[in-house]
């Protein structure tokens, strides 16, 4: 009995020793996706580093390779930091056949794309982006190759293709797997082969580069068994990468289906169309806080999810807004950055540039003088980095009588989009533990001058001063449940004591 009970002890201290010296051996910081900030970068875009890999540029035609490269990227990160992002995610760097200027056209799956660098480049980015705190997400595409892939005359990659069939039905899941989406060779993950192969491409790349995450295209169109695997495969070696799936779909059960299947995060776009209606179109706010609700009820974790303005795929929110588009696109990241959900900002958000659907959202950085809305971006990056409400926090509406009022009589939701908004303010608290920020957005061209009900669940104290971190409304102070709100047209404010 006591030998077994000196043994334990021994057994004990053990335990003790290799947890410290593991502890000891490891970052000392776990990485926690849900505190980053990601800029996303079309490479070809975004800045010239390197004249000599200037193969086939035209700047004057937007669907061609304009010369931005990883050196460019490498270039610019004081820049990026600068913005306040702690994470960049770049578009894909495998070597892409001819025009691919964007990357999602490949043509050799483990070769880094001339045009961008090469592998000594790239790992020179994920080396300086690392040293200044930054983490590299790159962009995979497992779905499809270029138009014009090797494998396609490749005696040897017989079945490595589905048929050839267009997608036609978007709520057939078979026709959306299976089919060649706008046109592309569509690879056939039910096959081993094919299915090893890009599952060990994506460790080569991890393994080589040091990069800290993928940004997956077109999940949807791959099967849910594949991204399982290709989750567990890559969790097993490096528990911390990140993989943010690309679902382009508004539905959020159909989102979350991809979550469980082991991709962390999924590119929010039902909050996307939501922040669209709700800031550059004026529509009800309710929109946006039930899609929080639905998405809540539904995800494993909404405070990973990524979310976004716009992309490389849709108009540029400001090309949407019309009148008063740069206040709107504040409104816009203000909510981005208080919202739940990792907040991804579109290269050139901050200088306020333009751009209408694909390829016109692609436009080169404009890099004359400082950016227009860098600071401010800057300045919600840090609010948000300085509570932890904003990264695991809960998210609670506060209701205004008036908007509710407002909203009974339009219950049509068709009617209530064409209806000009006169009376919608934006309101809600993100709480965590003692921690909490009520984020307050004027969303309408009037002045507001309200007293507001806060929910009791939300458990604000009587008494409390709270301070607009955003530095431009008055202290408000919390009488019982009640506060006072000023708001000027269109103003956004970020309460914390
Ligand atoms: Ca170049
Ligand atoms: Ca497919």
């Given at each position: 009995m006591l030998k077994r009970q000196r043994y334990l002890a021994l057994l004990l201290v053990f335990i003790l020793i290799i947890a410290l010296v593991s502890a000891g051996c490891t970052p000392a910081r776990k990485t926690d996706w849900k505190s980053q900030v990601i800029y996303f970068v079309m490479t070809d875009r975004?800045?010239?580093?390197?004249?000599?890999?200037?193969?086939?540029?035209?700047?004057?035609?937007?669907?061609?390779?304009?010369?931005?490269?990883l050196q460019g990227l490498t270039d610019k990160l004081d820049y990026i930091k600068g913005l306040g992002a702690t994470a960049i995610w770049i578009t894909p760097v495998v070597d892409n056949e001819e025009g691919g200027y964007h990357g999602y056209?490949?043509?050799?799956?483990r070769r880094v794309d001339e045009h961008l660098g090469d592998m000594a480049k790239l790992k020179e980015l994920v080396d300086k982006a690392h040293q200044k705190d930054i983490k590299v997400i790159v962009d995979m595409v497992f779905n499809h190759t270029g138009?014009?892939?090797?494998?396609?005359?490749?005696p040897a990659k017989a079945g490595w293709f589905h048929e050839k069939m267009d997608i036609?039905?978007?709520?057939n899941q078979e026709e959306v797997e299976n089919g060649w989406l706008a046109g592309l060779p569509d690879?056939?993950?039910?096959n081993p082969d094919v299915e090893k192969y890009l599952i060990d491409t994506a460790m080569w790349w991890i393994d080589n580069?040091?990069?800290?995450?993928f940004r997956l295209?077109?999940?949807?169109?791959?099967?849910r068994a594949f991204w399982e695997k290709l989750s567990q495969t890559i969790k097993e070696k490096y528990p911390d990468f990140f993989l943010l799936g690309e679902v382009w779909s508004s539905d959020p059960v159909y989102l979350s289906s991809y979550q469980d299947a082991?991709?962390?995060?999924?590119?929010n776009y039902p909050m996307y169309y939501a922040i669209n209606d709700v800031?550059?179109?004026?529509?009800?706010p309710d929109e946006l806080h039930n899609v929080m609700e639905f998405e809540d009820s539904v995800?494993?974790?909404?405070?990973?999810l990524g979310n976004f303005?716009?992309?490389?795929?849709?108009?540029r929110f400001i090309n949407q807004a019309g009148e008063n588009s740069m206040e709107k696109l504040k409104m816009a990241l203000t909510y981005l950055m208080t919202t739940k959900g990792i907040p991804i900002i579109y290269y050139g958000t901050e200088a306020s540039m333009d751009g209408g659907s694909d390829p016109d959202n692609r436009r080169d950085m404009m890099w004359?003088?400082?950016?227009?809305l860098a600071g401010y971006i800057n300045g919600l990056s840090d609010i948000r980095s300085s509570s932890d409400a904003f990264v695991y926090g809960d998210y609670i509406p506060i209701e205004d009588s008036d908007i509710v009022g407002f909203i009974r009589k339009y219950e049509d939701k068709y009617a209530r989009r064409r209806q000009p908004m006169q009376l919608l303010q934006f309101l809600f608290i993100r709480k965590y533990e003692d921690k909490y920020a009520l984020v307050f957005i004027n969303n309408t061209d009037k002045m507001i001058n309200k007293t507001l009900v806060l929910p009791e669940d939300a458990g604000i104290r009587d008494g409390v001063t709270l301070k607009d971190k955003l530095s431009a409304a008055p202290d408000i102070r919390v009488e019982g449940t009640k506060v006072e709100v000023r708001l000027g047209a269109y103003q956004p404010a970020i309460y914390m004591p």
């Open positions: 975004f800045y010239d580093g390197d004249r000599a890999n200037d193969i086939d540029i035209n700047p004057a035609d937007p669907k061609a390779y304009h010369g931005g490269d056209w490949a043509y050799d799956f138009y014009r892939s090797p494998w396609l005359n490749d036609v039905n978007y709520n690879l056939n993950q039910d580069t040091g990069i800290d995450g295209d077109t999940v949807r169109h791959v099967p082991g991709i962390d995060s999924i590119t800031f550059a179109h004026g529509c009800s995800f494993k974790d909404t405070n990973i303005i716009d992309n490389h795929d849709v108009p004359d003088g400082e950016p227009v």
